[in-house]
């Protein structure tokens, strides 16, 4: 049996997990329901002035319910992983032969996969109800769920580089607020990047965040495929970081490894 | 060749020092103090394939961090280290494949998934075949009779039901070598007897290397043959558990509720402790007398409400031992 194989098997039970978890599935939706419902109200009371042609409040409705659904997806798995080091059982999953980080990763995009596909219907139906319809150009639609993914796996990278820091700073909460806040900011979750000062624009493109969020909301302001192939092949590269930089912490925290209790 | 090599094992930590009250905690913030400790300090000994060793010390000994570094979780400070032929810290990734282990205060499994299911994945990960591990689950199911219990999540399972799913999960995948780490802790009398019956015919039927740490001699006596006693992370003891026994474990303690208030007990060897009316305790010296001998006079002389028969604390155990080789040094 390959690693894939074993990679599958982990994601599988991320999968039930969140299957098990029906109502948090529901409250997500509902949740995403809430937050499209006001934003709509929002921008058709001040009528929102996007730079941006053919582009109106439907459509950020719309770039808000995309770049919310790559969010929501992403399991919070620094949790977990935090847990496994303050509590000494991060013991019995290093002597399986499967690196750590690699299952803890399986686990949470089986969840994630979950709940893409739960929460990818809602997004879509409150949109469009909340909206008053389709995106100026709807084909655009079709290129957002690799983006989606892109965003979602993105998140779970990060998020599994905070729970390692847990070998150094024991509470992660901290740096999880903080990178939160920075991806609800430069990943423009509420309002697009187009809307922001240029200077702020400039500093955002430098940093993993637009591909978190950004890159599957725009996805509702046209078809643009060859932009997409951009976004996607950026968010591939800033992956491919991200999972060096798992690499590398992973190493470095197996050094520091003191077993609670004994 | 041996199945675990151990030699000169040295393990050092770095922690932060806490100072008290509120302004050490503020200098601790700005410049904070470390120191080491040494968990383990020079361990030594080799385990030949197919032998059962309890490694046995009281709280903080370093038995634990030893089991660690022996199955590649934490490396050690200085030292060699073989396990299975290869080197923990090194090929931990190999040596998944060659040992099992359970950790009795941990879970190796998916809590929130029946144990069934965590059987299928580990199955998966440790990548056997099919029908080899269909047969294998069968096998372990029947002889760990877990039957319906492996259908439940295991957040629903009692500690020793647990333990038992535990148990099958570790030996899945045939490991040659099998470490557990307080196995029986926290469970009560009947499933303590039943987790060392399983393991120590486990072994025995598969022929797999079991050593086994903790602070409960029974553990000790009723699986390993072979027990190595670590105090202050240094090697105090290496012998048969027999000789052990004979040794360092001369007495065992009896305790009674009768219905009579007083029991009229009078043998050689027997010495009364103090005790509350319907309750007898009694010491037993096992070089004067046998435990059976005692408790025949026992029921003979009343009725036995209830009954336990218990062995001294593993801190006394090794206290003598302790200080049965500082005499011997102070004598060489």
């Not at chain 2, 151990?6 to 905690?25: D, M, P, S």
């Amino acid at each position: 049996m390959s690693a894939p194989a074993k990679y599958l098997a982990l994601a599988g039970v991320g999968a039930r997990r969140a299957l098990g978890e029906r109502a948090a599935l529901v409250g997500y939706c509902v949740f995403l329901g809430s937050v499209l419902f006001i934003f709509a109200r929002v921008w058709k009371l001040i009528g929102v002035a996007s730079p941006l042609p053919g582009v109106g409040p439907r459509e950020l409705v719309w770039y808000l319910a995309l770049a919310e659904w790559a969010v929501l997806s992403a399991p919070m798995v620094y949790l977990a992983v935090e847990a496994d080091v303050r509590s000494g059982d991060i013991a019995c999953r290093l002597v399986r032969p499967v690196p750590y980080v690699g299952a803890q990763i399986a686990e949470a995009l089986g969840e994630a996969a979950v709940r893409l596909l739960a929460l990818g219907p809602s997004a879509f139906l409150f949109a469009w109800f909340f909206a008053g319809g389709l995106p100026a150009d709807p084909r655009g639609l079709l290129l957002a769920p690799p983006l989606a993914l892109l965003g979602s796996l993105l998140w779970v990278l990060s998020l599994v580089l905070i729970g390692l820091s847990a070998f150094w700073i024991v509470d992660t909460s901290p740096v999880y607020w903080i990178w939160q806040k920075l991806g609800f900011v430069l990943g423009g979750l509420l309002f697009p990047l187009e809307l922001y000062p240029e200077w702020l624009q400039r500093v955002a493109r430098f940093t993993p965040f637009p591909n978190l969020c950004w890159a599957a909301g725009r996805s509702a302001f046209g078809f643009a495929p060859v932009e997409a192939c951009a976004l996607f092949a950026q968010g591939v590269g800033w992956a491919t970081l991200l999972g060096l930089a798992l690499y590398a912490l992973a190493r470095r925290a197996r050094a520091r490894l003191v077993v609670n209790g004994g | 060749m041996s199945a675990i090599e151990l030699e000169g094992l040295r393990k050092v930590f770095r922690v932060r020092e806490r100072t008290r009250g509120f302004g050490g905690a503020l200098r601790g913030l700005f410049a904070p103090r470390t120191r080491e400790v040494v968990a383990v300090d020079g361990v030594s000994f080799a385990i030949a394939p197919g032998e059962r060793v309890a490694f046995v010390g009281p709280n903080g000994a370093g038995k634990s961090t030893t089991l660690k570094v022996l199955s590649g979780i934490l490396r050690p400070s200085a030292g060699r280290v073989r396990v299975a032929g290869l080197e923990p810290g090194r090929d931990r990734g190999q040596l998944g494949y060659k040992i099992g282990a359970v950790f009795g205060q941990r879970s190796q499994l998916w809590v929130h998934l029946p144990a069934a299911d965590s059987f299928d994945l580990l199955a998966r990960i440790y990548e056997l075949a099919p029908a080899e591990y269909r047969a294998r689950r069968a096998e372990l199911m029947k002889a760990f009779e877990l039957g319906e219990i492996a259908e439940k999540p295991v957040r629903q399972l009692s500690l020793g039901e647990r333990m038992r799913c535990e148990l099958v999960a570790s030996l899945l995948h045939r490991p040659e070598i099998l470490f557990l780490d307080e196995p029986t802790i926290g469970l009560d009398v009947v499933a303590k007897a039943t987790i060392r019956d399983l393991v120590r015919e486990r072994s025995l039927s598969d022929g797999c290397t079991v050593l086994l740490t903790s602070h409960d001699t029974g553990d000790m006596e009723r699986v390993c043959e072979r027990v190595l006693v670590i105090h202050r992370g240094q090697l105090l003891l290496d012998r048969p558990v027999e000789a052990l026994r004979r040794s360092f474990i001369p007495r065992k303690r009896i305790r009674v509720v009768s219905e009579e208030a007083e029991l009229a007990i009078a043998l050689p060897g027997v010495v009364r402790l103090p005790s509350a009316p319907h309750k007898t305790e009694l010491e037993v010296d096992l070089r004067a007398i046998g435990v059976d001998r005692v408790v025949a006079a026992i029921v003979a002389s009343g009725r036995v409400l209830d009954l336990s028969v218990e062995d001294p604390p593993m801190e006394e155990i090794v206290g003598a031992i302790y200080g049965g080789a500082r005499a011997a040094e102070r004598t060489a």
